[in-house]
């Protein structure tokens, strides 16, 4: 049992009862595309569901689908993200905040000394993390680490946590089974529901004013009215669901289990359950991203993404103010100047840069050989460049076209209004004449396409001026 594990790490104490539970939150954001959703009946008015089991062929990790971020994050038990390419995830055992890069995998302690960490939650800048064994709200500055107590021993085994957008978050606590509501400015708190026997994740609805809760124990999915805390149950047999998460359209919920290696997708207007994710190791805590890919802590110490699990747009909770786009969008330029010799090499640039109110990740870019005169060296490679550091790409030839190569997964890893360079090495034929010029096109994912032109020049750099072209 996670338990036994837990304490025989050798670290005496509280011991997390019966199971502790992974803190996701995931908060369903009201967007223009839920319009359907808004259909649908209030989860709180709707009364128990018929529940149906069906079994169909699950994605397996590790697998194409679903990969390793990071294996650098402790004993995970919470994860959430913040809308620009990180996600973070609470360190049970160790009582640490870690900050993992989406793009690289690269995690970063921002903070420790928080006993028996559970949910995380993040607002901007500010991350909120609960303690399972004080029941403390903590307040942590993501830049700097300082850590305040926001609110003290607001109950007994505490933990996941969302926040409502509005200065409030939402807490579970599996010792009491009730949902508790936390002002975020005075640490006041307030009982929304009770009578959930060890409630532990926690997702949000606010189009229906609407809490989803799972329980550690018993196995059940139960819908809560923020409102007055009538409460019914979504699903049953679920086994120690340690979190949950739902889709942007508030029509799924997507639940895992520290002892079942796998993700149920359920549906949560008949109650309809589904073996989506099976091969997993201990799953503590899970969360969806914008697009729909699923993040889930992994006790067994891993932070796991299974594309595409919750469909077009799932949201993060709450989500971070957007950064207004700039005009024009993102852009892909060639570098001006470039010159080469017939029968050497050249090096054609190109700049992206990110005109967009989005982080932009990782890419596939296709290289295109001009016209005539230019080749492939042995080794087809793609290189970045960005205030002084490097990075290398391999390229493989497409398939059936000689002038192409594919650099699959070139980690762009932009911020709004950044920039990086891009470059190849290409060989250039001798029967090139001076002032003629070739070109590579730099085809970069879905951001956008340009040709990287260079002039032949010979071995003394003549003619210094060519002719201009028509």
């Avoid at 808004?38 to 128990?48: K, Y």
């Avoid at 989406?102 to 420790?112: C, I, M, Y």
Wanted: hydrophobic share 35%; net charge negative; with cysteine.
């Amino acid at each position: 049992m996670k338990n036994a594990v837990r304490h025989s790490a050798g670290r005496a104490g509280t011991r997390r009862g019966s199971r502790l539970a992974a803190a996701v939150l995931t908060v369903a954001a009201l967007t223009s595309g839920a319009g359907a959703a808004a259909s649908l009946t209030p989860a709180w008015a709707a009364g128990p569901r018929a529940v149906a089991a069906d079994q169909a062929d699950p994605l397996h990790c590790p697998s194409a689908a679903c990969r390793r971020v990071s294996q650098d994050v402790g004993y995970p038990d919470s994860v959430t993200l913040d809308g620009k390419g990180n996600a973070y995830v609470t360190d049970y055992w160790y009582g640490r905040l870690f900050q993992v890069d989406l793009n690289s995998g690269k995690s970063t302690e921002v903070t420790d000394g928080i006993s028996y960490a559970t949910g995380v939650a993040v607002d901007g800048r500010t991350a909120y993390v609960a303690s399972h064994d004080t029941g403390n709200l903590w307040e942590v500055n993501l830049d700097t680490g300082h850590k305040d107590e926001v609110a003290t021993g607001i109950d007994s085994q505490v933990e996941n946590l969302a926040l409502d957008g509005h200065g409030s978050a939402y807490l579970t606590s599996q010792g009491s089974g009730k949902l508790w509501k936390i002002d975020l400015r005075t640490g006041a708190k307030s009982e929304v529901a009770s009578e959930v026997p060890h409630a532990d994740g926690l997702a949000l609805d606010p189009a229906r004013n609407t809490a989803y809760v799972s329980t550690d124990s018993g196995g059940k999915l139960w819908a809560v009215d923020l409102s007055t805390g009538r409460k019914y149950e979504v699903a049953t047999g679920l086994g120690r669901a340690e979190d949950v998460a739902i889709n942007a359209a508030g029509t799924k919920a997507y639940v895992v289990g520290y002892d079942s290696n796998k993700v149920v997708e359920i549906d949560l207007e008949t109650g309809r359950k589904t073996d989506v994710v099976t091969g997993l190791g201990k799953p503590d805590g899970i969360t969806l991203d914008a697009a729909g890919n699923a993040y889930i802590a992994d006790y067994d110490g891993v932070l796991w993404k299974v594309r595409n699990l919750g469909g077009s747009g799932a949201q993060p909770g709450p989500p971070a103010p957007p950064t207004p786009p700039a005009p024009g969008g993102s852009a892909v330029k060639q570098v001006d100047g470039v010159t080469a010799e017939p029968g050497d090499k050249a090096v054609p640039k190109v700049t992206v840069t990110n005109n967009t109110g989005d982080r932009i990740g990782r890419q596939d870019v296709t290289l295109t050989l001009g016209p005539g005169g230019l080749k492939w060296l042995e080794h087809h490679k793609l290189y970045t460049s960005r205030d002084g550091g490097k990075e290398e790409f391999g390229c493989d030839l497409v398939e059936d076209d000689p002038k192409q190569v594919l650099c699959k997964g070139v980690n762009l890893n932009l911020a709004p209004g950044e920039t990086v360079e891009l470059r190849t090495v290409v060989g250039t034929m001798a029967s090139l004449k001076p002032c003629e010029v070739p070109r590579v096109n730099f085809k970069v994912g879905d951001v956008g396409a340009a040709d990287a032109n260079f002039v032949m020049k010979d071995r003394e750099g003549r003619p210094e001026t060519c002719p201009e072209r028509p």
